[in-house]
């Protein structure tokens, strides 16, 4: 039974929902602040992460931060924050969504299925993946290059994953949006896209900036290498 880490300092809230995911089939592991989710994280692995970001004892932002440094965890956050500096500043903490209150209990429920089928499918098809001079572990987040750790910030991570699932096809600016970022673009910047495929590329192949990742003038990125599975 996958676990499922609930940190919402609402008490009626915090039930609903957890009631709501137990029935759906998750263990949920309900946290009041920071304090009680560092806690259970330490004695539980959790699949995914739901997650306030104004709470009594602390940041969720700043617990978010201190998750990505050690995990790749999914997370969510559920908050009343909804300027867009506020979204722009949960997608940078490292969340892979971010949902607003009010918010519909259906579409939240939906979203946590899809991480989880997500989760899922990378399980059954492998832990890791071989292209070139690159491996990178799953489970761990890690990615080495010729056995030498190559540090890549969250969304660096998430966008060479994406890659390295669609190899030898050329993916556009579009898709890269709305599969890395989860989103269509109303709260990333134009540059958003290239600047981060710039950065990755330097991390990857330093003084070969096409060694891996190609721009398709007008159409998009393809990522040139065979990928192995296994």
Not at 78 to 102: C, H, R, S
């Amino acid at each position: 039974m996958a676990k499922i880490l609930l940190m919402e300092d609402d008490e009626s809230l915090r039930r609903g929902i957890g009631l709501k995911l137990e029935k759906e089939g998750y263990e949920v592991l309900s946290a009041r602040g920071v304090s009680e989710a560092e806690k259970l994280l330490e004695e539980h692995e959790a699949a995914l992460i739901i997650s306030d970001i104004a709470v009594g004892d602390g940041s969720g932002l700043e617990f978010c931060r201190a998750v990505r440094e050690r995990s790749g965890v999914y997370i969510i956050f559920l908050t009343a924050l909804d300027q867009e500096v506020d979204i722009v500043n949960g997608y940078d903490a490292g969340a892979d969504d971010y949902v607003t209150k009010p918010f519909s209990l259906l579409v939240l429920i939906s979203k946590v299925n899809a991480l989880m089928r997500r989760i899922g499918q990378r399980e059954n098809e492998g832990t890791e993946f071989l292209s070139g001079a690159l491996k990178v572990c799953c489970p761990s987040m890690k990615v080495y290059k010729e056995g030498e750790e190559i540090i890549l910030g969250r969304m660096e991570l998430k966008l060479l994953l994406f890659f390295l699932e669609n190899p030898e096809q050329i993916i556009s600016k579009e898709q890269i949006l709305s599969a890395v970022w989860d989103v269509e673009g109303q709260f990333v910047d134009d540059n958003t896209v290239p600047v981060t495929i710039s950065r990755l590329k330097k991390k990857l192949a330093g003084e070969k900036p096409y060694e891996y990742i190609r721009n398709v003038r007008g159409l998009g990125y393809l990522w040139e290498q065979k990928v192995e599975r296994k």
